[in-house]
């Protein structure tokens, strides 16, 4: 058997050895009839390994989620998805790590920072509908900045719209800069 240098036997030294621990009648086993071209089963003697859930390198999630590597690195790092099982010191995701990932694109698409999708997911799993307080909050911000959006558009809009070759010597420009400067935001600044 070999051993790390720490004393300890490797790990690949321990997988042989409970390997050959398990009796043939074990569940992780199966006996199988091989059938070369006969007409009459004859017995084998090979063994077929049942193999776990497969589980996935970095490379392997990072093309399966369309994330980059470092992108999944950090993610780990952060708290965000679990820190892996390692294999021969390479990362090992379990296959449901796709689905996290995707729950991840799906909170950034609504707007979510990597921030809140960690305290939304981690609300998820204390209380079935922790959740809930932290998408309110988000729904309003989102409001807040639609409406912003809005009277941006609104305020090019009317500025493209403008009689002035200048914008600059626009009345109706020069109120809203004088309103802006007031602490007004766009949306009372921009009344048109």
């Known amino acids: 058997m070999r051993h790390h240098p720490s004393g300890q036997p490797s790990a690949d030294a321990v997988g042989m050895t409970e390997l050959a621990d398990h009796r043939p009648d074990h569940p992780l086993f199966e006996r199988h009839d091989v059938r070369l071209h006969q007409s009459q089963p004859t017995p084998s003697s090979t063994l077929e ?27 780990e790092e952060f708290g965000l998805i679990p820190a892996p099982a390692r294999t021969s010191g390479q990362r090992r995701y379990p296959e449901s790590t796709v689905g996290l990932v995707g729950v991840i694109l799906a909170l950034r698409d609504v707007g979510f920072s990597l921030r809140e999708s960690k305290a939304l997911l ?28 809005q009277a ?41």
């Open 49 to 75: 390994v049942k193999m776990p859930d497969r589980h996935l390198t970095i490379g392997e999630l990072a093309k399966r989620t369309g994330v980059a590597t470092s992108a999944l690195r950090y993610y």
């Open 122 to 149: 981690a609300a998820r799993r204390q209380a079935v509908d922790g959740w809930r307080q932290l998408a309110h909050r988000k729904l309003a911000e989102l409001d807040e900045q639609i409406a912003k959006s």
């Open 152 to 192: 941006a558009r609104e305020a090019i809009s009317h500025a493209l719209r403008c009689q002035h070759e200048d914008i600059a010597t626009c009345p109706n420009f020069a109120s809203v800069i004088t309103a802006r400067l007031a602490g007004k935001p766009l949306q009372e600044a921009h009344r048109h």
